[in-house]
């Protein structure tokens, strides 16, 4: 079961239910107050019918003027009709703000997510506390979205409760004394009945909050089982996953495994379900029938006596049967609005997740010859949770139009020192500098405009191919053509049905599906598009074919033009298209130079690095010379 923390007091509880409450009150203003008078109508609603019956059957067995009993029944009737009429509105505007209420909650968190520090999005902890709060949103029916219905349960049965004590009150007062009825006038009887109405209740109120609690048990055992469950369940969704099913024919495997895990929730939950209910409902529905019987019997007894009227006998029953589900929804609800106030805090905690990336303020200056040159001064970093460096020391300037070949063995560092270039993380040592000024102090989204990276995981969305190059919704059609074209895809992109309004993938029926390769190349254009000063392309070739690697080989030059440009690649060929060569080892910059003293020298140290690699270079190196004269 999801708990608060421990030390969250009760004056914590009750901040984070107004801060609940605020929180839909700004996403759906007409939320909250529909809930109010609805749940006042609601209530309202069966003492009209009480009430103005009662005052019909006096009328019938008393005086049976028509005049009077005609204007009773047209009174019931359009009270009841306005009442009615009021209260369908008031639902109305609450499902469409239930509606607006859960998309807000869901895009309050979404926008967190594409915001925080990248260094949260990293940790499984941040996903963890997000998937609690969707599984209590779905699966427990908790969490903000939940105070609406809490609320409009709450003030409908406190209602209920002040209204039915109104209607009901003058049945147990007790009457003047007359020896002959003495016993029913009795306010000993009176008392003795109240209190057994109430005992009644909160029996049932008892159970329902044990039933409740078994309930939230049992979701613990099942909440793993469904996690598994669900991930089955997506698998068959995801057309991704299809090719590989069927050639290694995993029907079976995925198939029972499904059902496997359906059927141990099922055995968890509802298989018990049914017991359970019935073991904490019996006896409670059991003791209010008692009580309800002795009830009527006592109203009757003082009708029968002469004490009340027959038409009291109506008002009184209905009232206090009214009492008895009241009183017990309104301790349910107000239980519930408790125990839900752990998943409001878990909604906040998330949203009010730390970025302890240093925000700093100061502008980066806007400059047309791209004067901006970076420095690493001793800069060393561990993943967070690593004992390990994935980067040690590293010293290196990055000067301005220089164009960097990284290489360096899987695992070596080479993305690393691109994430904490774009600040991604953070270093915990050493610092990085921006034409001398530590890049911390710069307004992260400004330092952010300098760089168009490709990375190697890069993403594209299901937008337009246009929308994916420019990144917006308005662009420049020519600019993102030639970008297209420059990065050898525009004929595939000028071939499709809509040009660049073809939306990327199968998710609406225009969409197109495209190579691995065709991907990488539209993920370049965009890169190109932004014209940042800086270019960093992270194994920009992997699922290239190798006329069109080539192609981006020997147009980098020009792709990267009078930018800073930083090329990783597996590829010792493409060192030969860079002036300087950065060479990664287990997170140590082993070698630095340029193209000539690093990769000509056959018994320098970066051949002894990785001989077989060097030795493919060798012998590749010089049919890509032929071909790039060819
Ligand atoms: N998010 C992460 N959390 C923890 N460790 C990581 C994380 N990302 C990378 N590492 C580790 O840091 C080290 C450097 O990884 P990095 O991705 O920089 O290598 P790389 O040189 O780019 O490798 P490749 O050539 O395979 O892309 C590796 O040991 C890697 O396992």
């Not at 925000?359 to 001064?377: A, H, M, T, W």
């Not at 020519?478 to 420059?486: S, T």
Request: charged content about 20%; glycine content about 6%.
């Amino acid at each position: 079961m999801i708990k608060s923390s421990d030390k969250t007091t009760f004056k914590d509880k009750t901040n984070y239910l107004w801060k609940g409450f605020r929180i839909v009150q700004r996403m759906v203003p007409s939320l909250l107050p529909a809930t109010i008078a609805g749940a006042i109508l609601k209530s309202f609603n069966p003492f009209i019918t009480i009430y103005l019956t009662a005052r019909i059957i006096d009328e019938l067995l008393g005086a049976r003027s028509l005049s009077r009993l005609a204007f009773l029944i047209g009174f019931a009737l359009i009270l009841n009709l306005a009442v009615f009429l009021a209260q369908k509105g008031m639902e109305h505007i609450k499902d469409m703000g239930d509606y607006q209420l859960y998309y807000l909650g869901k895009i309050e968190m979404d926008q967190l997510i594409l915001s925080t520090d990248y260094e949260n999005v990293e940790k499984p902890d941040f996903h963890l506390k997000k998937q609690k709060i969707d599984e209590a949103c779905q699966m427990h029916r908790r969490g903000i979205w939940q105070l609406p219905r809490l609320t409009d349960r709450f003030l409908t049965s406190l209602c209920t409760v002040v209204f039915s004590m109104a209607f009901a009150f003058h049945a147990f007062i007790p009457s003047s004394s007359n020896s002959s009825h003495s016993f029913i006038a009795s306010p000993w009887l009176s008392l003795l009945l109240l209190g057994m109405v109430i005992l009644s209740s909160t029996y049932s109120v008892w159970s329902n909050t044990r039933f409740s609690k078994w309930v939230f048990k049992r979701m613990d055992r099942v909440m793993p089982i469904n996690r598994i469950f669900s991930f089955y369940a997506n698998l068959l969704d995801d057309h991704k996953f299809g090719k590989d099913v069927r050639i290694y024919q995993q029907r079976e495997l995925i198939s029972q495994s499904y059902y496997r895990f359906m059927l141990s929730s099922q055995e968890l939950f509802e298989h018990d379900m049914a017991k359970m209910q019935s073991r904490f409902f019996g006896i409670s529905a059991a003791i209010s029938s008692l009580i309800s019987g002795l009830v009527y019997l006592f109203i009757g007894m003082k009708a029968l006596v002469g004490l009340i009227s027959i038409g009291s006998v109506v008002q009184y029953v209905g009232a206090i049967s009214q009492f008895t589900t009241g009183f017990s929804e309104l301790i349910t609800s107000a239980t519930e609005i408790w125990q839900n106030i752990d998943y409001v805090e878990l909604y906040f905690n998330f949203l009010e997740t730390p970025n302890p990336k240093y925000k700093g303020s100061l502008p980066v200056e806007k400059r047309s010859d791209n004067e901006y040159e970076i420095e690493f001064r001793n800069v060393s970093f561990k993943y967070p949770g690593s004992e390990i460096y994935a980067l040690k020391n590293l010293s290196l300037k990055l000067r301005i139009g220089d164009h960097f070949a990284v290489v360096g063995r899987n695992g070596s560092g080479k993305t690393t020192f691109i994430k904490l270039l774009t600040r991604l993380y953070d270093p915990q040592e050493g610092e990085i500098l921006l034409n001398d000024i530590n890049i911390q102090k710069y307004d992260y989204q400004e330092y952010l405009h300098l760089f168009s990276v490709v990375f190697q995981d890069f993403q594209l969305f299901a937008f337009s191919v246009g929308q994916n190059v420019a990144t917006d919704v308005h662009y420049d059609k020519e600019r993102a053509m030639e970008c297209l074209d420059k990065a050898g895809v525009g004929d595939r992109v000028r071939d499709m049905s809509k040009g660049l309004d073809t939306p990327l993938y199968k998710i609406d029926d225009d969409g197109v599906e495209i190579s691995g390769g065709e991907e990488q190349k539209i993920a370049i254009a965009r890169a190109l598009y932004k014209n940042a000063p800086f270019v960093v392309l992270d194994e920009p070739t992997a699922a290239l074919d190798p006329v069109a690697e080539f192609e981006v080989y020997s147009k980098f030059q020009e792709i990267a033009g009078d930018k800073t440009a930083i090329y990783i690649s597996h590829r010792l060929s493409s060192c030969r298209f860079c002036d300087n060569i950065l060479v990664f080892n287990q997170g140590v910059l082993i070698q630095s130079g340029s193209h000539n003293e690093l990769i000509q020298d056959e018994d320098g140290q970066y051949y002894a690095l990785w001989n077989a690699q060097a030795q493919y270079y060798k012998e590749n190196s010089e049919k890509a010379r032929v071909l790039g004269s060819n």
